[in-house]
């Protein structure tokens, strides 16, 4: 049996899953082999069905607009068929791909609540559960604060895209710290 692939994804969004009117912006899918190397990347911005002035302090962090959301041409249907896209082409029957993401629940629940039936995905563990093992946190660590911990290259944040590739690359920092390998 072939080792999976690790699907990394991140979302940014307009606001909380406490929040009933909180959506999806932005979905990044990184891809990693059993090697932890990158060997795809997909994202799409999304055009929530609710969006208003509620989300005004969650695009903020993202450094984005109303103006700059109202411009994105896809859908929830888009970001499903993503996904079906991406679990199709790096699945087997025998060796489906394994889903994580830094904030897995927060991650996991914006795809349920956008249509995706997460359920059918096999979740892996939480990179951020992991990374706090890895690095002894009793409590929840900012991907920045766990990606410096552990060495690696923060550029930019709050960004789907870049949000995912620093995910992966604290992922492979934690398994080279499991591994003994600085």
Request: aromatic fraction near 6%; hydrophobic fraction near 40%; proline fraction near 3%.
């Given at each position: 049996m072939a080792d999976p692939y690790i699907i990394m994804v991140d979302t940014e969004t307009?606001?909380?899953?406490?929040?009933a009117f909180a959506a999806i912006t932005s979905f990044s899918a990184v891809i990693l082999d059993s090697?932890?190397?990158?060997?795809?990347?997909?994202?799409?911005d999304i055009r929530p069905d609710v969006l208003d002035e509620r989300a005004l302090p969650a695009l903020s962090i993202q450094?984005?607009?109303?103006?700059?959301?109202?411009?994105?041409l896809h859908t929830n249907a888009d970001l499903m068929a993503l996904i079906a896209d991406i679990q199709s082409r790096w699945s087997t029957e025998d060796t489906p791909s394994v889903?994580?993401?830094?904030?897995?629940?927060?991650d996991?629940?914006?795809?349920?609540?956008?249509?995706?039936?997460?359920d059918s995905l096999?979740?892996?563990?939480?990179?951020?559960?992991?990374a706090m093992k890895v690095l002894g946190s009793k409590r929840w660590?900012?991907?920045?604060?766990?990606?410096?911990?552990?060495?690696a290259v923060v550029h930019d944040t709050h960004n789907a895209t870049s949000d995912a590739l620093l995910a992966a690359a604290v992922l492979r920092r934690c398994a080279y710290r499991l591994l003994g390998v600085k």
């Open positions: 307009t606001g909380l899953p406490q929040h090697q932890l190397d990158v060997v795809d990347m997909k994202s799409m450094n984005r607009t109303l103006a700059d959301i109202e411009a994105h889903w994580t993401a830094y904030n897995l629940p927060f996991k629940e914006m795809l349920r609540r956008s249509g995706v039936d997460v096999k979740w892996g563990d939480c990179c951020m559960q992991t660590l900012k991907l920045k604060v766990a990606a410096e911990q552990l060495g």
